[in-house]
């Protein structure tokens, strides 16, 4: 059983920054599929950011050039989220695979108002 815990969400004002972390129980190395997503009110979840073994980045349209994924080299994925709007309001969530099954964290609320 991998646990994943996301910290770092709260209130930012629109223009703002802010880095999400996500803390896993096993190494983030030995996972695979390590991404972001975030769910926006009365909308589906959707894909934020997402990062392979090589260290090769995507990211999701609406983020490109505003959003970097990344890791640590021991247990922790981060995002950091600049030039934030109100659109950007979201539970957003850690993901990775391990050993064949899907994980997903519990979320961390971020809202972008002034």
């Known amino acids: 059983q991998v646990q994943l815990v996301e910290s770092g969400g709260g209130l930012v004002e629109p223009g703002g920054s802010m880095r999400l972390s996500c803390l896993a129980s096993?190494?983030?190395?030995?996972?695979?599929?390590t991404a972001w997503y975030r769910q926006r009110p009365g909308k589906q979840r959707e894909f934020v950011a997402g990062i392979v073994g090589g260290g090769t980045t995507r990211y999701g349209d609406a983020v490109k050039g505003r959003f970097n994924i990344s890791r640590d080299l021991r247990n922790s994925l981060f995002l950091q989220m600049n030039s934030l709007n109100p659109d950007d309001t979201a539970t957003y969530y850690c993901?990775?695979?391990?050993?064949?099954?899907?994980?997903w964290g519990q979320g961390t609320q971020v809202t972008v108002a002034s």
């Open positions: 096993v190494t983030i190395f030995s996972m695979s599929g």
């Open positions: 993901t990775g695979t391990h050993r064949g099954r899907s994980y």
